[in-house]
């Protein structure tokens, strides 16, 4: 399994401001990987992040509204910027350990008022 | 584009029954199933991970069964418990490590 960590576990934050969330995993990791949970939704990948490259989005994000930075092997920052309402979800990190099995931190709940 | 649907959306059953949740997929170009609850509030816990060549795997209560060439995925849940209330995801990974969720069912178990 994985141990993952995220901060801030909540946060409450106004319109046009940034949130940056972090994620920590207990060991060594390729990919890392973020996913927004909107209201009453399932989960959307927003873009997979490796270590020492840029961050690939997937269609509907775009690195100036979501930036990620990911600067070792363990860890790795994911900023809401500029948010509105729209962007109130929870935001969760993931990593694949063993067989390809996907492990989830216990993620960031943010509301935009 | 592959769509996951699960059904139902809810369950609400008495303590001590089977039950039986469903998922299906678009697409049979998966690499993986993998089944998930979330509690609210909450991350996600992983279940069972089915590898695209298997046919199911059992964990304790839970056994989930995959048929891809009918884009179709169940997960049996034997004598329920109380504390098997969460809501349950499905997942199927296709390329470059993407998983797509279902909308998952939220399930309840009364003592």
């Known amino acids: 399994s994985a141990v993952i960590s995220q901060k801030p576990s909540r946060d409450i934050c106004q319109r046009g401001t940034s949130l940056t969330i972090q994620c920590q995993v207990d060991?060594?990791?390729?990919?890392m990987f973020w996913y927004r949970q909107q209201p009453g939704q399932s989960l959307t990948l927003i873009a997979t992040?490796?270590?020492?490259?840029?961050?690939?989005?997937e269609s509907g994000f775009v690195i100036d509204k979501f930036p990620i930075s990911r600067p070792n092997l363990t860890f790795s920052t994911l900023t809401v910027s500029n948010m509105s309402p729209e962007d109130s979800s929870i935001y969760l990190c993931?990593?694949?350990?063993?067989?390809?099995?996907?492990?989830f931190g216990p993620g960031t709940r943010l509301t935009v008022t | 584009k592959q769509e996951v649907t699960q059904i139902p959306a809810a369950l609400s059953v008495p303590e001590g029954e089977n039950l039986v949740l469903n998922c299906s997929f678009t697409?049979?170009?998966?690499?993986?199933l993998q089944w998930f609850r979330q509690d609210p509030g909450k991350g996600l816990t992983s279940l069972l991970l089915?590898?695209?060549?298997?046919r199911e795997q059992t964990s304790g209560r839970l056994n989930a069964s995959l048929d891809k060439s009918s884009g179709r995925s169940t997960l049996y849940i034997a004598a329920s418990q109380p504390g098997d209330s969460a809501t349950y995801l499905c997942?199927?990974?296709?390329?470059?490590?993407?998983?797509?969720f279902g909308q998952g069912t939220r399930l309840t178990i009364n003592p």
């Open positions: 993931s990593v694949i350990r063993g067989t390809d099995e996907q492990y």
């Open positions: 060991s060594q990791v390729t990919m």
């Open positions: 992040a490796n270590q020492g490259s840029e961050a690939t989005y």
């Open positions: 697409d049979s170009a998966i690499y993986n």
């Open positions: 089915i590898q695209s060549s298997q």
């Open positions: 997942a199927v990974k296709v390329g470059a490590q993407k998983l797509v």
